[in-house]
C-alpha cells in the first residue's frame, strides 16, 4: 500500500483502541510516516501538519436472532466506525470485541502467582467458598461484573510493562446462584479489582498484567456494587445499590445471609453502615484502597457523575419512589464534606420527547460532614432516629409518606434531622417535600459543552403513574396517564445562579433546572422473536456514559423486555441512533465507560451480567436453543467478561 494509505488508516485505528481510538492533537506527517516505515527524504513534509480528527460516525448492526443461534449467545458486534478527518478523507473499520477475562479465570496477581477473577472475600481476606455441591466445593466467583473505571496515573511502578500501563477498577456487584442452584443475589460481599493493564503504543491494545482484590474491611465490606464513573481526579466512585431498610432489619434474610458471609455472624453487620458512595484510589503500584463517604445520602446509589467544577455531584437513584438527587462538596475533590438537595419537580413533567420539560428546584436537605455521619451510623439504632409503621397508626403525629411502593407513616424523632437526612435519606426527603416518584433511576452522566446531564430511567411504572397503588403520589409532580416499562432517558439542562427553595444560594454553575424526555423506548406485544419492546428502540436503559470528543451518548441496557441486551450510541447533534454490540441473551450490559483520551486512545470499555439468566416470559422462545451454547460459551452460566471494544485491524500493517 501507498505510504498516504498507510497514515490514513493508523491515524483512524488509533479511535477504538485494541486496536485502538483516536491521537488527539496534531503531529508532522514526517513522523507518522517514520512511525510506519515511511520516507522522511520529502522536505515538504515535515513541517505540514497531519489531517486532524473532524467528527465520527458509527454505523448501526441488526439485531441477532435465531438464524444465527451463537451470535444471540455471545458478543456480538456487527457495527462499523467512519473516521472523517480535516483533509475530508473517511475511513470505515468495524468493531470487535475484546475480553481481559471471563470471570472465573485465573489470572496474574503481579507476584508470580494467580488469582481468582471476580472471587469473593470475607472482612478477613479470607476466600468465601461455595460449599453447595458436596465434592465440588471452590470459591464463589461473579457473574455479574459491573461498574468500571479506565484512568492512568503520572509515575506506574507495575513490573513487567512494555507499553504505558494503565489501570482499570471493575466493581462486582452479585453472583446470581451457588453451585446447587439456590438464590445468592445481595448475599456476599461485593469484590473490587484493580487491573494493571499493558498499553501497546503501536496498537493502542490493552492487555492485562496483573489483578488486585482490594481490601474492603476498613469500609466494612461493599453491598451490591452497581454501576460506577471516574471522578475528575481519577478515582474511582463506585455505589452501593438498594441500600437494606434498618428499620425492619431483623426480618431481612438476605442482609442476615450478608452479615454471616461477610463477618461469620447474621447480626454483626450495621444496615447504616450500607447504600452509600466508596471511592477507590488506585495506587502506581496496582493497588487500590476504599473508603466511603457518608455524606452523599444513603440511597439506592447507582451511576453518579462529578461535573467539572469538582464539586458537584448528580446522582440517580436506582429504587421506586426514588428521586434526583444532588451533592455539593465543600472544597473541590474532596467529597467528605458538602450539603445535600433532592429535586422537587415543576409542572409540566412528561416523558414525550416533543414536550418543553418541567423546572426543577431544590431542597437542602442538610450539611455533614462523611466522619460525623459515620458516628452517627455507628451510635444509632433505627428508632433513635424515627418512628416507621407499615400500618396506620391513627396518630396525628406520624405523616404518610411512601417507600418502595407502600405505605409507611414515619415520625423523626426530636433532634434527629440531621441523622435522618443522611441515615434515612427516602424517607426523610420525601417528608421534606422532595418528588420520591421515579422509578429505578440508573446511570447519571454529563455533556459539558451543551451544559446537559442525562439520567437513564430502567422502567416508568408504579410510582410514576397515576393512581397507581404502588406508590403514586401527588406531591412528586409526575403523573404518567400510563406506564412504560422499555424505559427511556432523561435531560436535565443546568446552570448556575440558583438559590435552594428556602432562598439560600447554591453555589454551583452546575444545578439542573429543567428536565425532559430524550429518548424513550416502546412496548409491544412480544414478536416472533419474544422481545416486548421494540428491538430498534432503547430497551430498559442502565448504564450511560457521554463522550465529549464524539458528541456522542453510549446506553447499556438491563431489559427485561429484550431477548438480548445491546449497547447504543447515539449522537446528539445528528440524533441518530446506532446499535453496536449485542450481549449473550439473558445477560445485562453493564461497566460501560468512556474514555476520550487515555495516552493518546480512546476506550469503551463494556462488560455484561449473569448470561442465560432465563425468563419464561421473555425467552420462552429462544431458551431450548439458546441454553446450551451460553453454558458452553460462560462456565455453565458461572461466569461473565470485562473487556472492551477495539477497532478490528485484521490484515492492516501498523508499523
Known sequence: MSNQIHLGRRQALKFLAGAPLLPLGSV????MLTACGGSTNTAELVTKPAPSFVSAVFGGMPAPTLANPAAMATTTVGSTLKVIMSDKSEKDYKLA????????????????????????????????????????????????????????LPNPSVSG????????????????RDQALADRY???????AVLTLDQDQTTGKLSLVKYHNVDTSKAHGLWITCGSSLSPWSTHLSSEEYEPDAQFIDSDAQFKAFSKNTFGSETAANPY?????????????????????????????????????????????????????????????????????????????SIDPAAAGAKLSWINLGHATSAEIETLANTLKPSDIMSVSKTDPADPSYTKIWFGGKANWVKVKPGMEKAAAFLETHRYAYLAGGSMGFTKMEGTTVNIKDKIAYSALQNMVDSMVKDNAKGWNAQSGIALEKPLVAGGIMAHTMSGGQSDTAGVAIKSEWVPNLTKALLVGEDIAADTLGNLANPDKIGNPDNLKFSEKLRTLFIGEDSGYHVNNFLWAYNVDTKVLSRLMSMPSGGEATGLHVVDDLNGWTYITSNFQHPGDWSASLHGKVQATLDPLVRANYKDRFGAAVGYLTADVSGVKLG
Open 186 to 192: 445481595g448475599q456476599l460481599p461485593s469484590p473490587i
Open 161 to 176: 510493562i512494555k507499553g504505558k500501563a494503565v489501570f482499570a477498577v471493575v466493581q462486582f456487584e452479585y453472583t446470581t
Open 97 to 152: 470485541y475484546q475480553t481481559f477475562f471471563i470471570t472465573g479465570d485465573m489470572v496474574d496477581d503481579g507476584k508470580g502467582g494467580k488469582i481468582l477473577a471476580g472471587g469473593y472475600y470475607d472482612i478477613n481476606n479470607k476466600p468465601i467458598l461455595d460449599s453447595s455441591v458436596a465434592g465440588k466445593e471452590r470459591q464463589f466467583f461473579s457473574d455479574s461484573p459491573d461498574g468500571t473505571s479506565l484512568l492512568s
Open 273 to 349: 453502615h450500607y447504600g452509600h458512595l466508596p471511592e477507590v484510589t488506585v495506587n502506581p503500584d496496582g493497588t487500590g484502597t476504599i473508603k466511603k463517604h457518608y455524606c452523599l445520602g444513603r440511597i439506592s446509589h447507582e451511576l453518579v457523575q462529578v461535573m467539572p467544577d469538582n464539586r458537584t455531584v448528580l446522582m440517580g437513584d436506582d429504587a421506586t419512589n426514588s428521586g434526583l438527587f444532588m451533592f455539593v462538596a465543600d472544597v473541590e475533590k474532596d467529597l467528605s464534606a458538602g450539603t445535600l438537595y433532592v429535586a422537587k419537580i415543576g409542572a409540566g413533567f
Open 28 to 31: 508532522s506527517v514526517a513522523s
